[in-house]
């Protein structure tokens, strides 16, 4: 079976031609479509239209996703998917099965079939991007929730005082942009001027300032897995995205989280906290393994 797995970004769509078993055959990306819904259907069908002898389409996508309807309730980066049939409207351009859902569920999905949490029963994965995308794997099965928003951890509120604005939410507290902000705070830089690659630098450089901002970013880290670690238990988190990448970053969050352990007057479970096996393809493979599963 030759599958056409996509996945859509804010700026670009991933595709990839793969079999049952996640050999990528084909690969490449192209821009995604910023003007509106039916220019993203057609960009789909473009690759639908040249892949070769393709059986279905999986596809993982930013926003909150009804993956048994084939709706997108919510666009996340794309809003132009709001309130929006995709697959029905795909049907029509590309007649062959085609499975949905939500890019940080896809990334769960990967790890949960055949990455670093194939061997529990229950996991989450946590994906640090612009926001941070999550996905809850219960009895080796993916959880939605009622309103598909189960592992939606961005939202959770970080201030006693409940919702004080954007800021206040954990995915704009601990999304990558954030990191970088608090780097060019502490240099006097323009935020334009620093990306995730540069803090990193600076960390492995001895970079007194940079070594700071990453303790403070992975305290808030350590102390929100904390919370979800007492109130759902899974056996272990998987942490995804590109400054996944970094060991210094899951190291830091490993130490801040033996630091509120041993502070805990509370015999409580401890987190497990490992890297995604996989990086730039999560979503691809995962996609795949919804498709399989649908």
Request: aromatic share 8%; glycine share 10%.
């Amino acid at each position: 079976m030759n599958i056409l797995t996509i996945d859509i970004g804010g700026t670009f769509m991933k595709y990839a031609c793969m079999d049952e078993e996640g050999r990528v055959l084909s690969r490449g990306k192209v821009p995604t479509p910023q003007e509106g819904r039916e220019q993203l259907v057609e960009a789909i069908g473009r690759l639908y239209d040249e892949a070769p002898e393709v059986e279905g389409i999986a596809i993982s996508m930013p926003g909150i996703i009804d993956s048994e309807n084939g709706y997108c309730k919510m666009g996340g980066a794309l809003r132009y998917n709001d309130d929006f049939y995709l697959r029905h409207r795909l049907y029509e351009r590309c007649p062959v099965k085609i499975c949905m859902e939500n890019d940080a569920k896809c990334a769960a999905m990967a790890e949960a079939a055949v990455g670093s949490l194939r061997d529990v029963s229950d996991g989450f994965v946590l994906i640090f991007g612009t926001m941070i995308g999550g996905g809850y794997i219960k009895d080796h099965k993916l959880h939605r929730g009622r309103h598909f928003s189960a592992g939606e951890v961005s939202y959770i509120t970080t201030v006693r005082d409940g919702m004080a604005d954007r800021d206040t939410v954990w995915g704009n507290r601990c999304g990558t942009p954030r990191l970088c902000a608090l780097f060019a705070e502490k240099k006097g830089l323009a935020p334009e001027e620093v990306d995730g690659v540069r803090v990193f630098e600076a960390v492995h450089a001895g970079d007194g300032d940079a070594a700071d901002c990453l303790q403070k970013f992975t305290k808030e880290v350590a102390i929100q897995i904390f919370n979800l670690q007492t109130v759902l238990d899974p056996e272990r988190f998987a942490i995804g995205g590109g400054i996944s990448a970094q060991p210094i970053f899951i190291e830091s969050i490993r130490n801040h989280l033996k630091t509120l352990y041993a502070a805990c007057p509370y015999d409580v479970p401890h987190a497990e906290v490992v890297s995604c096996k996989f990086q730039n393809d999560a979503n691809l493979v995962g996609a795949l393994q919804c498709f399989l599963l649908a």
